[in-house]
């Protein structure tokens, strides 16, 4: 891009004559000290160009620049725009304050750009009763930057120093102006880095070498409790030394080899003589011959992040003090547990021999008793033996219900189901207590509810022998009014999965300060009628222990003087149930997240006969219980977290209707005890794992329906 001519020399001005030589003179000083004595860049200006325009009698004074230029957004211009104007007299400015490149308008400087301009004004002018006295390019330091305009009378003589005037003032107004705006810009920088520095929320800071601090900014004199910079500065010249100094060899180390520490943590002293915990970055300033002459830094109090640290640590610690007691108690509890399950093997080995030792003798006594009592006796002879034989029986009664306690307390016992008709053996079950009530005048009586099935699937003989517990107290303690067995079945929609009994007496009733303790071993809930007819308190006992083997709870509600009601509720199903009908195929889901463990348990189910679908997760699962018909739901858990019950609640919540599938849970030995929270999720039955083939046979055929 061209550029124009230098302002004006001696020579060029001494080539008129005198007087206009020494007018333009005037005019040069007047133009400056209009543009230096200004407060304002385009005050200048304008009175830079009234001066001209004053001068050389003309009306109008116009500074046009290119859009963009002498601003931020570059020199890219398109269009024209009146900066900058000075008027005599109103004019009709609006007309023209814009001239567009479309208007035949180019770049180029000198006499092409001066040319175009003329002829993009000239209507304009008409139109204002203006004619064109002077033009002249306005140029800076990257070039055209515009045109300066004057209006008015246009001079007839040729002045070679006016020219030369008004070419000179595009060169100095073009160098005010870049100035002006340069010197804006630097002044817009700084404002925006002092605001920054002043309203930063971070400590921001420059010292010298010594340690002296030469600035500092509110956030910082705020943190360390100072009024203002003068205190800062006079205590760390009377201290000699920095707040931070103990790091200060360290950081200049550092600041010498990179130039820069960041993230570096600092203590700094406030003014009331508490030390902050602080974190710090820091800059090395160095002048041209590398020396350095000052340090810049940020510093950000952390002194609550740090205290929450330390809390946070000493939480951990405690935690993990609290994990090694526990590991401590794991490890103490693992070996009780090893020494009670060494206990309990020795006591059920112990109870096999002395029950072996004692019933034999007895057995011997009463068999031999019985024997002599077929024999010719005088009348005292046969007293005595039938005295022996009596009181040989009641310990025979007695140690076996010890044996039974202790055994059931083992928990070694398993159910051991049989087919049989509820109503023809519960009636021979009951046969002696009803005698022994109609002897007594008390009525007796066995309702069996329309809808139990003629043939079951139970434990008969535990049932059996709850029943006897419950028939015999019932006789003992009723000596007026009734006694009543109700035998119903429980269903779940339309399958039997539990046979409930109640045993209702109006005897003497138990006082409620004993309700309470009446299952517990040698407990009795009427010393005086105990003392009468005998017995150890053990019967409730065994009964309660029998029900729970069962899957049951023995409940108890009873009235001083009405009478009481014992009831129990223990596992049965239809008999022939189990048996698989071809025409109605059982199928299984089965959850497990083990993939060899999902082998082996679907092998194992198919080899049962059933039809098996094996997924991984729950929501596997929830797909097969939308797609499919199912007889159950096996669910194979590793633990009682929440994710595991949720997986139960999950395929419980996705069966709806009168008849849920059945769900069953397998999970570690170690997590039997925990069952309440597995069927409080959706479990009928929870199990142990791994599952023998012979007990897994027996939940399917006890739980699965067919599909």
């Given at each position: 891009?061209?550029?124009?001519?230098?302002?004006?020399?001696?020579?060029?001005?001494?080539?008129?004559?005198?007087?206009?030589?020494?007018?333009?003179?005037?005019?040069?000083?007047?133009?400056?000290?209009?543009?230096?004595?200004?407060?304002?860049?385009?005050?200048?200006?304008?009175?830079?160009?009234?001066?001209?325009?004053?001068?050389?009698?003309?009306?109008?004074?116009?500074?046009?620049?290119?859009?963009?230029?002498?601003?931020?957004?570059?020199?890219?211009?398109?269009?024209?725009?009146?900066?900058?104007?000075?008027?005599?007299?109103?004019?009709?400015?609006?007309?023209?304050?814009?001239?567009?490149?479309?208007?035949?308008?180019?770049?180029?400087?000198?006499?092409?750009?001066?040319?175009?301009?003329?002829?993009?004004?000239?209507?304009?002018?008409?139109?204002?009763?203006?004619?064109?006295?002077?033009?002249?390019?306005?140029?800076?330091?990257?070039?055209?930057?515009?045109?300066?305009?004057?209006?008015?009378?246009?001079?007839?003589?040729?002045?070679?120093?006016?020219?030369?005037?008004?070419?000179?003032?595009?060169?100095?107004?073009?160098?005010?102006?870049?100035?002006?705006?340069?010197?804006?810009?630097?002044?817009?920088?700084?404002?925006?880095?002092?605001?920054?520095?002043?309203?930063?929320?971070?400590?921001?800071?420059?010292?010298?070498?010594?340690?002296?601090?030469?600035?500092?900014?509110?956030?910082?004199?705020?943190?360390?409790?100072?009024?203002?910079?003068?205190?800062?500065?006079?205590?760390?010249?009377?201290?000699?030394?920095?707040?931070?100094?103990?790091?200060?060899?360290?950081?200049?180390?550092?600041?010498?080899?990179?130039?820069?520490?960041?993230?570096?943590?600092?203590?700094?002293?406030?003014?009331?003589?508490?030390?902050?915990?602080?974190?710090?970055?820091?800059?090395?300033?160095?002048?041209?011959?590398?020396?350095?002459?000052?340090?810049?830094?940020?510093?950000?109090?952390?002194?609550?992040?740090?205290?929450?640290?330390?809390e946070l640590l000493s939480h951990t610690q405690q935690l993990e003090d609290a994990r090694a007691r526990l590991e401590e108690q794991s490890i103490e509890l693992s070996a009780?547990?090893?020494?009670?399950?060494?206990?309990?093997?020795?006591?059920?080995?112990?109870?096999?021999?002395?029950?072996?030792?004692?019933?034999?003798?007895?057995?011997?006594?009463?068999?031999?008793?019985?024997?002599?009592?077929?024999?010719?006796?005088?009348?005292?002879?046969?007293?005595?033996?039938?005295?022996?034989?009596?009181?040989?029986?009641?310990?025979?009664?007695?140690?076996?219900?010890?044996?039974?306690?202790?055994?059931?307390?083992?928990?070694?016992?398993?159910?051991?189901?049989?087919?049989?008709?509820?109503?023809?053996?519960?009636?021979?079950?009951?046969?002696?207590?009803?005698?022994?009530?109609?002897?007594?005048?008390?009525?007796?009586?066995?309702?069996?509810?329309?809808?139990?099935?003629?043939?079951?699937?139970?434990?008969?003989?535990?049932?059996?022998?709850?029943?006897?517990?419950?028939?015999?107290?019932?006789?003992?303690?009723?000596?007026?009014?009734?006694?009543?067995?109700?035998?119903?079945?429980?269903?779940?929609?339309?399958?039997?999965?539990?046979?409930?009994?109640?045993?209702?007496?109006?005897?003497?009733?138990?006082?409620?300060?004993?309700?309470?303790?009446?299952?517990?071993?040698?407990?009795?809930?009427?010393?005086?009628?105990?003392?009468?007819?005998?017995?150890?308190?053990?019967?409730?006992?065994?009964?309660?222990?029998?029900?729970?083997?069962?899957?049951?709870?023995?409940?108890?509600?009873?009235?001083?003087?009405?009478?009481?009601?014992?009831?129990?509720?223990?596992?049965?199903?239809?008999?022939?149930?189990?048996?698989?009908?071809?025409?109605?195929?059982?199928?299984?889901?089965?959850?497990?997240?083990?993939?060899?463990?999902?082998?082996?348990?679907?092998?194992?189910?198919?080899?049962?006969?059933?039809?098996?679908?094996?997924?991984?997760?729950?929501?596997?699962?929830?797909?097969?219980?939308?797609?499919?018909?199912?007889?159950?739901?096996?669910?194979?858990?590793?633990?009682?977290?929440?994710?595991?019950?949720?997986?139960?609640?999950?395929?419980?919540?996705?069966?709806?209707?009168?008849?849920?599938?059945?769900?069953?849970?397998?999970?570690?030995?170690?997590?039997?005890?925990?069952?309440?929270?597995?069927?409080?999720?959706?479990?009928?039955?929870?199990?142990?794992?791994?599952?023998?083939?012979?007990?897994?046979?027996?939940?399917?055929?006890?739980?699965?329906?067919?599909?």
């Amino acid at each position: 891009m061209g550029r124009l001519a230098a302002p004006a020399t001696q020579e060029e001005l001494h080539g008129g004559p005198a007087t206009e030589f020494r007018h333009a003179l005037t005019v040069y000083g007047s133009v400056t000290q209009a543009l230096l004595s200004a407060a304002f860049p385009e005050d200048g200006a304008r009175r830079a160009l009234a001066e001209i325009a004053q001068a050389y009698g003309w009306d109008v004074g116009v500074v046009w620049v290119w859009e963009g230029r002498w601003t931020a957004s570059g020199s890219s211009a398109s269009d024209l725009t009146a900066k900058i104007l000075w008027s005599r007299n109103p004019v009709r400015w609006m007309d023209f304050e814009v001239l567009t490149r479309g208007a035949g308008l180019c770049l180029e400087t000198h006499v092409p750009a001066i040319e175009a301009f003329r002829r993009a004004r000239a209507p304009a002018l008409v139109e204002c009763g203006l004619e064109p006295a002077a033009l002249a390019p306005l140029v800076d330091s990257e070039g055209h930057a515009g045109f300066v305009e004057f209006l008015g009378p246009a001079s007839r003589e040729e002045s070679p120093a006016r020219e030369v005037v008004i070419r000179d003032f595009g060169v100095i107004l073009g160098w005010f102006g870049e100035r002006c705006a340069r010197r804006a810009a630097v002044e817009a920088e700084a404002s925006l880095l002092r605001s920054l520095f002043e309203n930063a929320p971070v400590g921001l800071y420059r010292s010298a070498p010594d340690g002296r601090i030469l600035l500092a900014n509110p956030a910082l004199l705020e943190m360390l409790g100072f009024a203002a910079l003068d205190e800062e500065s006079r205590r760390v010249m009377e201290s000699r030394r920095l707040d931070h100094f103990a790091c200060r060899d360290g950081f200049r180390q550092l600041l010498d080899g990179t130039g820069t520490a960041r993230g570096l943590e600092t203590q700094w002293l406030r003014h009331d003589g508490h030390l902050l915990d602080c974190l710090e970055s820091l800059r090395a300033v160095r002048d041209s011959s590398g020396r350095v002459i000052s340090y810049d830094g940020a510093v950000e109090d952390i002194s609550s992040r740090k205290q929450i640290e330390l809390e946070l640590l000493s939480h951990t610690q405690q935690l993990e003090d609290a994990r090694a007691r526990l590991e401590e108690q794991s490890i103490e509890l693992s070996a009780t547990r090893d020494r009670a399950l060494e206990a309990s093997r020795l006591k059920s080995a112990f109870l096999s021999s002395i029950s072996h030792e004692i019933r034999t003798p007895l057995n011997g006594i009463i068999g031999m008793t019985d024997l002599a009592l077929g024999t010719e006796l005088s009348a005292e002879q046969e007293e005595y033996l039938r005295a022996v034989r009596v009181a040989a029986g009641s310990l025979l009664d007695l140690f076996n219900d010890i044996i039974e306690l202790a055994r059931l307390g083992a928990g070694d016992q398993e159910p051991d189901v049989t087919a049989f008709e509820p109503r023809l053996w519960i009636e021979e079950i009951l046969k002696p207590f009803a005698r022994r009530a109609e002897a007594n005048a008390v009525a007796f009586s066995v309702v069996f509810a329309p809808d139990l099935p003629a043939e079951i699937e139970a434990d008969l003989e535990r049932i059996r022998k709850i029943l006897s517990c419950l028939a015999d107290n019932a006789v003992k303690f009723t000596s007026s009014g009734s006694i009543t067995v109700t035998v119903r079945p429980v269903r779940e929609g339309r399958h039997l999965r539990r046979l409930g009994v109640s045993v209702h007496d109006t005897g003497a009733g138990i006082p409620q300060d004993r309700q309470l303790a009446v299952f517990e071993p040698f407990i009795k809930g009427d010393a005086s009628r105990s003392r009468r007819f005998g017995g150890t308190g053990m019967g409730l006992a065994i009964a309660s222990q029998l029900v729970k083997l069962l899957g049951g709870e023995l409940t108890m509600e009873s009235v001083p003087g009405a009478g009481s009601i014992f009831s129990f509720q223990v596992r049965a199903r239809t008999a022939g149930a189990s048996k698989t009908d071809p025409a109605e195929p059982r199928h299984i889901l089965l959850t497990e997240e083990n993939d060899l463990d999902r082998r082996i348990l679907s092998h194992r189910l198919r080899k049962l006969g059933l039809d098996v679908t094996a997924v991984r997760n729950a929501p596997e699962a929830a797909e097969a219980l939308d797609l499919m018909r199912l007889s159950m739901v096996l669910v194979s858990l590793e633990s009682a977290d929440p994710g595991a019950l949720e997986m139960i609640r999950a395929i419980r919540q996705r069966q709806t209707g009168p008849n849920p599938l059945p769900v069953i849970a397998l999970v570690p030995k170690a997590n039997l005890p925990q069952g309440d929270l597995y069927r409080a999720a959706g479990a009928n039955e929870v199990r142990s794992k791994p599952i023998r083939t012979r007990e897994l046979s027996r939940l399917v055929e006890s739980w699965a329906v067919a599909s």
